[in-house]
């Protein structure tokens, strides 16, 4: 099979969807801050919607209700933005494989 066959994603034009500069790409990159997006901001804004159901009356009882589901919803797009990315790990072993098989005749062990 010539490599060829498989589409390849293009690189964007210069300029366009430039990476981001070096110093935001360590920050996000920290341990520390990527568990602070996917754990500490959903369970703070669950525990803020508790709050609020807690302290408040029958009609802060749906607002908190709201919070709390904003909470979960930011936990679930973490997740499931994390198992796409896995899937994309995936594929492109695959992808290596295939181009190991292409060259060698043989599936890599």
Not at 22 to 47: D, F, H, K, N, Q
Not at 74 to 102: H, K, Q
């Amino acid at each position: 099979m010539s490599d060829t066959s498989r589409p390849r994603a293009a690189a964007p034009p210069e300029g366009l969807g430039s990476a981001a500069p070096a110093a935001t790409t360590e920050a996000l990159a920290s341990p520390w801050a990527m568990r602070s997006i996917r754990y500490i901001l959903p369970g703070a804004v669950v525990l803020a919607g508790i709050v609020v159901m807690a302290l408040g009356s029958e009609t802060d009882l749906e607002g908190g209700g709201g919070i709390v589901s904003a909470g979960l919803a930011i936990y679930l797009i973490n997740w499931l933005f994390r198992a796409g990315a896995s899937g994309d790990r995936e594929r492109e072993a695959e992808d290596a494989a295939r181009d190991y098989f292409d060259a060698h005749g043989r599936w890599p062990d």
